[in-house]
């Protein structure tokens, strides 16, 4: 057999190989999952009330996405802040993540300096730590996320120190994780993903952003039991697996399931698309 005739067959094996793979790839989206748990909630659906009524018109508006944060459950909400909102020092009872979605806020000791983030920054204020929150823009949305309900302000009389530090980190710091760093994303796949917190004192939740192309046309599949995501930035076309019907998400709006799910997305926007996801299961973005 001469070189030539070898060449021919590496070729033909890689060339094999290759559309086997795709196929496989194929075969492991259009997966049929039985009685799918998928669920959507658009922006446009949230209802939204007063965060401190005792504030009167001055209080923040907020938007439940899932639990209560008036009872005891897991919840997140979205919190939304007037142009040159801020708040008088004050604390939480609770914990809370959150994550900019539009405008600027700022949210720190009472004595910081302003430091306002944008769209896609990450922070999370410890129970009982004294702070301000503040916002800059003609409309300020962030996601507010606790393990725990109620959420509660409380007077910085009734401050606390529960051994936590508080997190900052502005959209420009955030570090991405390609296909070649990761295995939560496919050998294929553009997207990046960020690791955000990993607490496995809390059922192995962890909170994580993936950002996706915007020309992205692919799935995440996870198995978590839990599985909460919101848009924070960009625009993407959701396929319901109940019925194929197609929801539009656009920032602020929602995605999530209960049982291992595949998330079929299409992206519709003219810039790349990033979401916040919280799960305790694992994450592949294909």
């Not at 959209?171 to 390609?178: A, F, G, K, M």
Request: glycine share 8%.
């Amino acid at each position: 057999m001469n070189k030539l005739s070898i060449y021919l067959i590496l070729i033909l094996g890689i060339s094999f190989s290759c559309k086997n793979q795709e196929k496989k790839l194929s075969e492991a989206l259009s997966e049929k999952i039985e009685n799918p748990t998928n669920k959507v909630l658009l922006s446009s659906e949230i209802k939204w009330e007063k965060l401190n009524p005792a504030r009167g018109d001055q209080s923040p508006q907020a938007g439940t996405i899932w639990g209560d944060r008036k009872g005891t459950e897991p919840t997140g909400f979205l919190a939304k802040f007037v142009d040159g909102f801020s708040s008088p020092p004050h604390i939480h009872n609770v914990t809370y993540r959150a994550v900019v979605i539009k405008g600027s806020l700022h949210n720190d000791d009472p004595k910081a300096d302003n430091m306002w983030m944008k769209s896609g920054s990450f922070w999370t204020q410890p129970a009982g730590e004294p702070h301000i929150t503040s916002a800059k823009g003609e409309e300020n949305i962030a996601l507010v996320e606790i393990n725990k309900g109620p959420y509660l302000v409380k007077p910085i009389n009734e401050a606390f120190d529960n051994g936590e530090k508080p997190i900052n980190i502005d959209d420009s710091n955030i570090v991405w994780l390609n296909n070649e760093q990761t295995n939560w994303v496919g050998s294929k796949s553009k997207a990046e993903i960020s690791f955000l917190l990993d607490s496995k004192k809390n059922n192995g939740l962890k909170s994580i952003f993936v950002k996706l192309p915007k020309d992205y046309n692919g799935a995440i599949e996870t198995n978590g039991t839990v599985l909460h995501s919101v848009v924070i930035k960009g625009n993407l076309n959701y396929i319901m697996p109940q019925n194929n019907e197609t929801k539009n998400l656009d920032a602020g709006s929602y995605f999530g399931s209960t049982d291992k799910a595949i998330h079929t997305i299409k992206g519709n926007s003219e810039k790349e698309i990033i979401l916040y996801i919280r799960t305790n299961g694992e994450v592949k973005v294909k």
